[in-house]
């Protein structure tokens, strides 16, 4: 089993920052998991925002966040992060953290994912 834990999610002024965490746990996780970050807003589909592999080597980021976010890890720690900067009220959604399996995806497609956090709010004033 695998639990997946964010937070870090809150209120902030449009143009400020969050950081997110994800801690990673479980007797089936492996350091090996792709890790991502997703998020949804109500009334759209769930986006893809950023993936990076474990070992750190690879990282993929959705059009609407490059440049403005970024993802890295703490491999010790089992832990995820999601630095957002420059932050924008359409950046108000869900977030969600999700762990694939397959150690060499780097995958945007929610589908792939084999396990999901219970996600934090972020919402973003204007």
């Known amino acids: 089993q695998v639990e997946l834990v964010e937070s870090g999610g809150g209120l902030v002024q449009g143009g400020g920052s969050l950081r997110l965490s994800c801690a990673a746990s479980?007797?089936?996780?492996?350091?090996?998991?792709?890790m991502g970050w997703f998020r949804q807003a109500p009334g759209k589909e769930r986006e893809f925002v950023a993936v990076?592999?474990?070992?750190?080597?690879?990282?993929s980021y959705g059009d609407s966040v490059k440049g403005r976010f970024t993802i890295s890890m703490d491999n010790a720690k089992n832990t995820v992060y999601l630095q957002m900067n420059s932050l924008k009220p359409e950046d108000t959604a869900v977030y969600y953290c999700?762990?694939?399996?397959?150690?060499?995806?780097?995958?945007?497609?929610?589908?792939?994912?084999?396990?999901w956090g219970q996600g934090t709010q972020v919402t973003v004033s204007s």
């Open positions: 479980g007797r089936t996780f492996s350091s090996n998991y792709v």
């Open positions: 999700a762990a694939d399996r397959n150690p060499w995806s780097l995958s945007s497609l929610s589908g792939e994912y084999d396990y």
């Open positions: 990076i592999r474990w070992k750190g080597t690879r990282t």
